[in-house]
T-cell receptor, first 110, second 110 residues
Framework: KQEVTQIPAALSVPEGENLVLNCSFTDSAIYNLQWFRQDPGKGLTSLLL?????REQTSGRLNASLDKSSGRSTLYIAASQPGDSATYLCAVPYGNKLVFGAGTILRVKS | NAGVTQTPKFQVLKTGQSMTLQCAQD?????MSWYRQDPGMGLRLIHYSVGAGITDQGEVPNGYNVSRSTTEDFPLRLLSAAPSQTSVYFC?????????FGEGSRLTVL
């Protein structure tokens, strides 16, 4: 059974800090990993998709890495801004579904 | 770019009533799914479909019905609403493990 864990559960940082969100999964036989952002009362917005053959993927100030052998992924946010405040979720495919972590609630203070 | 469109955004039902949550996507994805999101429970898969005419159950299918007559549409039917079905419902479509979500439908059952 695939289980996904995200650490920390919540994070509060001052504006401008670089930060790292962690995601771990128990079954390393995955073919990709997806990071999402969810704003309060909104749907999930796909941020980055890392294929199993890739070690990292970048989009603007976001960089996601994937280490299948250790069952870990990290999402690095550079120069954080108040607009980055949201819940960040990682998810991996398992059968015909995605298994989600519980998310990290990020608050960036101005 | 419409992506995944869900209607209605908000709905209040009385116990025992039935209703249908609509989901449409314009990305020609074969895979579509319904999740519910509850505090402390994360996202749980209700039903999914891998193509027109093919549906299957997820983790929490009881009390819900789906059909897939076209590639674009994947409605979710609540047969006899119960207070335990109060939740936020998300429809998602995708391929090769990458999912795109709608904005959600917030359902309250009194």
């Amino acid at each position: 059974k695939q289980e996904v864990t995200q650490i920390p559960a919540a994070l509060s940082v001052p504006e401008g800090e670089n930060l790292v969100l962690n995601c771990s999964f128990t079954d390393s036989a995955i073919y990709n990993l997806q990071w999402f952002r969810q704003d309060p009362g909104k749907g999930l917005t796909s941020l980055l998709l890392i294929q199993s053959s890739q070690r990292e993927q970048t989009s603007g100030r976001l960089n996601a890495s994937l280490d299948k052998s250790s069952g870990r992924s990290t999402l690095y946010i550079a120069a954080s801004q108040p607009g980055d405040s949201a819940t960040y979720l990682c998810a991996v495919p398992y059968g015909n579904k995605l298994v989600f972590g519980a998310g990290t609630i990020l608050r960036v203070k101005s | 770019n419409a992506g995944v469109t869900q209607t209605p955004k908000f709905q209040v039902l009385k116990t025992g009533q039935s209703m249908t949550l609509q989901c449409a996507q314009d990305m020609n994805h074969e895979y579509m799914s319904w999740y519910r999101q509850d505090p402390g429970m994360g996202l749980r898969l209700i039903h999914y479909s891998v193509g027109a005419g093919i549906t299957d159950q997820g983790e929490v299918p009881n009390g819900y019905n789906v059909s897939r007559s076209t590639t674009e549409d994947f409605p979710l039917r609540l047969l006899s609403a119960a207070p335990s079905q109060t939740s936020v419902y998300f429809c998602a479509s995708g391929r090769q493990g990458e999912l795109f979500f709608g904005e959600g439908s917030r359902l309250t059952v009194l």
